[in-house]
């Protein structure tokens, strides 16, 4: 399957986009250049709330609003809400100072939760320069990235509603089922009858795994598929080297999952240790990294990431064994397996029976699976030390990505789908 070429590219639908992070292909936004890779940029438009700017022009347009935009117009109505950034704007000067007091909206408490659905009131948001700015654009159909703030979904199905269009949603996470904290459940019990409106609307689900997709599909009206995200790593051949590299982040238990394995690993050969490449960590986490043979590297480029990936190292998936871990990553599906997949290093792989990478690896067969906490130490031994079974392994985790992850093919099924859906729209 081919995506559509140049000449039928000026079909493609007008979509506006709704969602919490603007498009930036290495970080956020990897599954939004999966889908929209080939869309003429001016009949892509952007609603976002991060105060960052856009790494380019892959929408034509983008309409911004922030916490302290919000937070300021509500002690001063006439403080302006909202921001259009156009292509031509000057991206790398043209983000928003957060305060101090705004910060706190970052880490997802109960507070933040509840803070941000009355900050984000509709009267707030819902601007006349918004308006306009929707309404010269037209759009065809709305493209919600869901997520987990009540807002994000406000304001997908309140265009959705006015243009009567239909609404594509991208889930990549159980924001539904999962289970929440007893003091959230007000907020929960609004936010699961916006989230059955939109998904009781025209239009389809795109999902990142199987497993999602099955279980959102045996539930709601609105149907959809999983697209398995992509990687731009280039598939080559390489001698297995024995470097064992950990990418992203160290929270919901992996921290715990890491220092397990790098126990193992040093037990099998003193000269064994995993680099740990992230954000920064706390002073603690560092101590605990160190204690239990991991190097701290710090955050590199994913220009930097995707050579290491490639170079014939081992890749290290983890997550977290406890139920609160099971239950937040039960059906998620990190971007770094794509990458870990057409990558020529083995692929080490810790964490439980329930969890969505793990179970994806797992069910596979293409990596080195760990799912207790106690390490068998001869048969990880035995493992690393088969270079047949390595090499098996690998070939067998490029024939996953071949088979679920190639871009041309995802971008091909997801326009398709869009070009019918838009155009059966009454």
């Not at 795109?206 to 995200?229: A, R, T, W």
């Not at 204690?291 to 050579?307: A, L, M, Q, T, W």
């Not at 990596?367 to 067998?396: F, G």
Request: hydrophobic residues 35%; aromatic residues 14%; positive net charge.
């Amino acid at each position: 399957m081919s995506t559509m070429n140049d000449n039928e590219q000026m079909n493609f639908p007008r979509i506006l986009i709704v969602g919490t992070l603007p498009y930036h292909p290495n970080e956020s936004s990897r599954a939004l250049d999966t889908y929209f890779h080939n869309w003429d940029s001016a009949k892509l438009r952007m609603i976002y709330s991060n105060s960052k700017p856009p790494f380019n022009d892959f929408c034509g347009s983008y309409f911004r609003i922030t916490d302290t935009e919000l937070f300021r117009n509500f002690f001063n109505r006439k403080h302006k809400v909202g921001s259009i950034i156009n292509p031509i704007d000057n991206y790398s000067t043209n983000s928003v100072d957060e305060s101090s007091i705004m910060r706190k909206f970052k880490k997802k408490t109960i507070f933040r939760f509840y803070a941000r659905k009355w900050l984000w009131n509709k009267k707030r948001w819902l601007t006349n320069e918004l308006i306009n700015w929707v309404d010269e654009f037209k759009p065809e159909a709305i493209y919600v990235c869901f997520s987990d703030d009540y807002f994000i979904l406000d304001i997908s199905y309140f265009f959705a509603n006015k243009y009567k269009i239909p609404m594509i949603v991208q889930i990549g996470d159980d924001y539904f089922f999962k289970k929440h904290n007893f003091f959230l459940k007000p907020y929960i019990r609004k936010y699961k009858i916006l989230f059955n409106k939109i998904m009781n609307t025209k239009g389809f689900g795109v999902y990142i795994s199987d497993k999602l997709s099955e279980k959102y599909n045996s539930f709601f009206p609105k149907k959809g598929f999983s697209i398995y995200l992509g990687s731009n790593i280039k598939p080559k051949e390489s001698n297995i080297k024995y470097e064992f590299n950990y990418f992203g982040k160290i929270n919901l238990g992996r921290l715990k999952s890491i220092t397990i394995l790098g126990d193992a690993l040093n037990r099998i050969n003193k000269a064994f240790y995993i680099s740990i490449y992230s954000q920064s960590v706390s002073k603690k986490e560092l101590r605990c990294l160190k204690k239990h043979h991991c190097r701290f590297c710090g955050s590199i480029p994913y220009n930097v990431v995707s050579e290491k990936m490639n170079s014939g190292a081992f890749n290290i998936v983890a997550s977290g064994f406890s139920k609160k871990n099971i239950e937040e990553s039960r059906y998620s599906l990190s971007t770094k397996i794509a990458d870990s997949l057409i990558s020529c290093g083995p692929i080490i792989a810790i964490g439980p029976q329930g969890d969505g990478a793990i179970d994806y690896l797992c069910q596979n067969k293409c990596a080195i699976v760990l799912n207790k906490q106690k390490i068998d130490i001869n048969y990880l031994s035995s493992l690393l030390s088969n270079a047949d079974q390595l090499r098996k392994l690998s070939e067998t985790a490029t024939d996953v990505y071949n088979s679920n992850h190639l871009l041309l093919n995802n971008r091909s099924k997801f326009e398709l789908e869009c070009m019918r859906t838009c155009e059966a729209k009454e």
